[in-house]
T-cell receptor
Framework: EAGVTQFPSHSVIEKGQTVTLRCDPISGHDNLYWYRRVMGKEIKFLLH????????ESGMPNNRFLAERTGGTYSTLKVQPAELEDSGVYFCASRKTGAANEQFFGPGTRLTVL | AQSVTQLDSHVSVSEGTPVLLRCNYS??????LFWYVQHPNKGLQLLLK??????LVKGINGFEAEFKKSETSFHLTKPSAHMSDAAEYFC????????????FGSGTKLNVKP
């Protein structure tokens, strides 16, 4: 069984540009999560999808961030326009609804905004 | 509100000696607690979890953790470190049986010396 995959693994962009991160969850996992780790800080929750619906987006920093999960499969996280403080590692996780099921994490996308 | 404090940002041990990674949590309600590990260029992997059953939890690769409510702690231990244990470890809290919104500690990097 393939794990959670994220693309790209690294992205370097200039301030003001747009970047789109992609996450492919484990097949059959209806829950999908985005997290972010800014340099030197803890990993922070951004949002949670159940299938294609946003269940909780309380962690999204501002309206420059847009997450979608059309069709309830893969998800994208777009940052437009990117700012310096958006640099960090963006993690995606997925989970199958059910008792005591853990979140499975991808390797992350390292975003550098210059 | 939930929060986690990992008391050491870096821990260095010699191979074959015990490992202790410290975690204290704060939670308004009964918590679920987790330890995840991240090896370089890999996703976060679940080591173990506490969900109100036995307070001593055994995980993979010989790790275990003890939930101590009176001390609000969930320290991770291993009797004998192996070179392959070198990684970054994250303590995580969520509401009991809520596997959606995770609150991470800032991480502890474990170095294992030969």
């Amino acid at each position: 069984e393939a794990g959670v995959t994220q693309f790209p693994s690294h992205s370097v962009i200039e301030k003001g540009q747009t970047v789109t991160l992609r996450c492919d969850p484990i097949s059959g996992h209806d829950n999908l999560y985005w997290y972010r780790r800014v340099m030197g800080k803890e990993i922070k929750f951004l949002l949670h999808f159940v299938k294609e619906s946003k269940q909780d987006e309380s962690g999204m920093p501002n309206n420059r961030f847009l997450a979608e999960r059309t069709g309830g499969t893969y998800s994208t996280l777009k940052v437009q326009p990117a700012e310096l403080e958006d640099s960090g590692v963006y993690f995606c996780a997925s989970r199958k609804t059910g008792a005591a099921n853990e979140q499975f994490f991808g390797p992350g996308t390292r975003l550098t905004v210059l | 509100a939930q929060s986690v404090t990992q008391l050491d940002s870096h821990v260095s041990v010699s191979e074959g000696t015990p490992v202790l990674l410290r975690c204290n949590y704060s939670s308004s309600y009964s918590p679920s607690l987790f330890w995840y590990v991240q090896h370089p260029n890999k996703g976060l992997q679940l080591l173990l979890k506490y969900t109100s059953a036995a307070t001593l939890v055994k995980g993979i690769n010989g790790f275990e953790a003890e939930f101590k409510k009176s001390e609000t702690s969930f320290h991770l231990t291993k009797p004998s470190a192996h070179m392959s244990d070198a990684a970054e470890y994250f303590c995580v809290v969520s509401l009991l049986y809520n596997f959606n919104k995770f609150y991470f500690g800032s991480g502890t990097k474990l170095n294992v010396k030969p």
